[in-house]
């Protein structure tokens, strides 16, 4: 019904994905009316393209994969990301602290993070991505989108160990 | 570089996190819905009409490449008639001299019948005016005769014109019959005073067309001659 532009039907879907889809584009944005202007935006691009949904996956994953998109395009749109092309990563690290972050917290962590790092985290630890995915998707090879995880997660890690030195010096 | 315990854990919260959107958003979202199904309509117009202008852009071609084709043809024929022409074109140029000329010649043997019908009336009543009037006949159908030579000399030249010949021919009979009968039916008096008067002005056309007719044919020749 939706697909012959039944508005019942859309605004069915849009409540039913409206809430967890603008907590998608958050991850990738640091204001959240920014983030809502996204999160329309590719509602309408999931509305028009509506009949071109294949029924192969599942419908949300099919909007998410479209607000992801979004929202790297936007980013990509707002200014030019320079990702540096060093493909020294580090491995491991950000692993070895017990985890009593709030969500708001992780939120806040991943909004101080460079565009192109956090997109690169997001796209690969919160999505799934392969770095192979990401780099077609970012334009990069798969060595850069595995020096900007690297990367981010030191800052992460970073951000983590001082945050605990400044809960144990209040303490 | 495997997503390690820390990044499952924030994978788990942040893909349970929902956020509402503010009230305003679902309203916007409907505007912006309904401002795309009203361009919708639109675009279909148009490719409606660009296929449409498509359309008669080719029949118009089709109708002008035709027509190219139609001229073509015609300069084709046009072509051969040209080729054909000189061949044709001789007689038809040579008709309009033909039928005039013609004409006298056909019309002679009634002149001079007449011409004898008048000496024979001339030597009836012993007119003088009527020998004059002879005299005046005789140097006509010398005159006529001067003039049938070259016209059968041109004649001999030419290949096409038995029908114009046979019209001629026709209208001279045609024209003997009538004559006969007005000969029958019209007083001699009347005819005399009447040949009298066109005798005078035909003599001087026929001299004039007969001078002219043979500085043209001289002026031809040597205009020929020249050439080869």
New interface residues.
């Given amino acids: 019904m939706a697909v012959e532009?039944n508005?019942h039907a859309?605004?069915k879907i849009?409540?039913q994905h409206?809430?967890?889809m603008?907590?998608v584009c958050?991850?990738y944005l640091k204001d959240?009316h920014q983030?809502?202007d996204v999160?329309?935006t590719a509602?309408?691009k999931v509305?028009?393209g509506l009949k071109n949904f294949e029924h192969k996956g599942s419908f949300e994953g099919w909007i998410r994969r479209i607000m992801v998109n979004e929202c790297i395009s936007h980013i990509r749109v707002q200014k030019p990301i320079k990702f540096s092309e060093e493909e020294t990563?580090l491995?491991?690290g950000?692993?070895n602290?017990e985890?009593q972050?709030?969500?708001e917290d992780?939120?806040f962590l991943i909004d101080n993070l460079p565009d192109g790092y956090r997109m690169v985290f997001n796209l690969?630890?919160?999505e799934?991505y392969k770095?192979q995915e990401i780099g077609k998707m970012l334009g990069i090879s798969e060595g850069t989108s595995?020096s900007q995880?690297?990367h981010a997660r030191k800052m992460l890690q970073e951000q983590i160990n001082r945050q605990k030195n400044y809960q144990n010096g209040t303490e | 570089?495997e997503?390690?315990?820390?990044?499952e854990?924030?994978?788990i919260?942040?893909?349970?996190?929902?956020?509402?959107?503010?009230e305003t958003?679902?309203d916007?979202?409907?505007a912006?819905?309904s401002v795309?199904?009203e361009k919708k309509p639109k675009r279909r117009f148009t490719w409606l009409y660009i296929a449409a202008a498509f359309i008669g852009f080719v029949f118009v071609g089709l109708f002008l490449f035709d027509q190219q084709k139609n001229n073509v043809e015609l300069n084709e024929n046009t072509t051969t008639i040209v080729e054909s022409n000189p061949v044709q074109e001789q007689p038809e140029a040579s008709a309009p001299e033909a039928v005039p000329e013609k004409l006298p010649v056909s019309v002679t043997p009634v002149k001079i019948k007449e011409a004898v019908a008048m000496t024979n009336t001339g030597k009836a009543t012993g007119n003088p005016e009527i020998r004059v009037e002879k005299n005046m006949a005789k140097e006509k159908i010398n005159e006529e005769m001067i003039a049938v030579v070259p016209q059968k000399s041109i004649q001999k030249n030419r290949v096409a014109v038995n029908v114009d010949e046979l019209l001629a021919a026709v209208d001279g009979n045609q024209s003997k019959s009538e004559l006969k009968k007005q000969n029958v039916t019209v007083d001699a008096n009347s005819l005399l005073s009447t040949v009298e008067g066109e005798l005078n002005t035909t003599y001087r056309e026929n001299t004039f067309q007969t001078i002219s007719r043979n500085f043209k044919t001289v002026k031809s020749a040597v205009a020929n001659r020249n050439k080869e």
């Fill in positions: 532009n508005r859309q605004h849009y409540s409206a809430p967890k603008l907590s958050r991850q959240v983030a809502e999160m329309i509602f309408m509305f028009t990563f491995e491991g950000f692993n602290i985890s972050l709030s969500v992780i939120q690969y630890a919160i799934g770095h595995k995880l690297s | 570089m997503p390690n315990k820390r990044e854990d924030f994978r919260k942040l893909n349970s996190r929902t956020l509402q959107p503010s958003a679902w916007r979202l409907d912006m819905l795309a199904e």
